[in-house]
């Protein structure tokens, strides 16, 4: 149940910290751990120059940051790497989707799913891409269950377009399956090149969060967004 708003309202960030310490299962000593599975040396060491070009394809798509949790995790199997690489890559930074719709689809999909090391990296992104904080606190407070169409307006913050990428995130994420009132609604608002874009990166990001999860990768677990790595 999420705990009632004080008269300073905590920001989107203590929100999601407040409730994965008070009703996350994982929120335990235990899961302050390394991760699950130890991380691949960086740089990482390749057996085959077909393991070395995988290693720079990742490298130049990271660039000019480092080899990430993430990829020192994937990097133990170089052809799943690789093929999540070119995936990613694709749904990042290859679609025609404005960044905010994107990083707030990656973002609830995070929250609904308690994929903490996600939210850390997208929901700075949203707001660099335009969403507000008041919207971002939106994307975080609101509970399961979304339904599109049942509020006159977006909930303060969020425009009509990024509320109906929330809500059909949520739907995706929770239901697999989408009321076809919801689907109506964002064909409405969408092309259908974008549709199939938003659907794509809902998707992608739903494997990712439970890769995260399940290995525990950034030791994010039950910790929040707000925890160091």
């Not at 020192?72 to 905010?100: E, I, K, Q």
């Not at 335009?130 to 994307?139: C, L």
């Not at 974008?194 to 677990?221: K, P, Q, W």
């Amino acid at each position: 149940m999420l705990p009632s708003l004080r008269r300073t309202r905590p920001s989107a960030a203590e929100f999601v910290l407040e409730t994965a310490h008070s009703t996350d299962p994982a929120s335990t000593t235990d899961s302050q751990k390394k991760m699950r599975l130890p991380y691949v040396a960086n740089p990482p060491p390749t057996s085959s120059s077909e393991e070395e070009a995988i290693v720079q394809r990742i490298q130049a798509r990271r660039s000019p940051r480092p080899l990430q949790p993430l990829d020192l995790t994937l990097l133990h199997s170089p052809p799943v790497a690789d093929g999540w690489n070119a995936f990613l890559g694709a749904v990042r930074t290859r679609t025609s989707l404005p960044a905010d719709l994107r990083e707030i689809a990656i973002s609830r999909v995070a929250v609904v799913n308690r994929a903490w090391y996600e939210w850390a990296h997208h929901a700075p992104l949203a707001e660099q891409a335009g969403v507000s904080k008041e919207g971002m606190e939106g994307v975080v407070r609101r509970e399961g269950g979304l339904v599109l169409g049942e509020e006159r307006a977006p909930p303060a913050g969020l425009t009509e377009e990024q509320w109906a990428v929330v809500c059909y995130t949520d739907e995706m994420t929770r239901n697999v399956q989408v009321r076809d009132g919801t689907f109506a609604r964002l064909r409405e608002l969408f092309t259908e090149r974008e549709m199939v874009e938003i659907t794509a990166t809902i998707a992608c990001y739903n494997c990712v969060s439970r890769f995260l999860v399940a290995l525990d990768v950034g030791e994010r677990n039950g910790l929040g967004p707000d925890a160091a790595h």
